[in-house]
């Protein structure tokens, strides 16, 4: 199994990035991908889960609005495109594969994830 993250870079207040999450040796329709974010210093938090099978994505409340996910099925790539970036969504983006197949819950908590990638660096700054 490999997730690996990519898509970071460094972008100014007010733009946009669209990070990807391409995934090997697991099925899409059976598990659900979350997006956490480390910032320096901080625990990695959860920011949101995307299920293709359950067809749900849950986000936490400082990325609605501006966060959204998609699938590409043809190559197994969960997107993560995020507008409107924030200094404050600066960090380490990693994504982590769920077995549960739906978004629950406790989506944010990183007991869910069975397997995790590496991450990828977002930095916003002017």
């Known amino acids: 199994v490999q997730l690996q993250a990519s898509g970071g870079g460094l972008v100014q207040p007010g733009g946009s990035l669209r990070l990807s999450c391409a995934a090997s040796?697991?099925?899409?329709?059976?598990?659900?991908i979350g997006w956490f974010r480390q910032a320096p210093g901080k625990e990695r938090e959860g920011i949101l889960c995307f299920s293709k099978s359950g067809r749900n994505t849950l986000s936490v409340d400082s990325v609605k609005g501006r966060f959204t996910a998609s699938v590409n099925n043809a190559n197994d790539t969960v997107y993560l495109q995020m507008n409107n970036l924030k200094p404050e969504d600066s960090g380490v983006y990693y994504c982590g594969a769920d077995g549960g197949s739906f978004c629950y819950r406790d989506y944010v908590s990183v007991d869910r994830y069975d397997y995790w990638g590496k991450g990828t660096l977002v930095t916003v700054s002017s």
């Open positions: 040796g697991i099925n899409l329709d059976v598990y659900a």
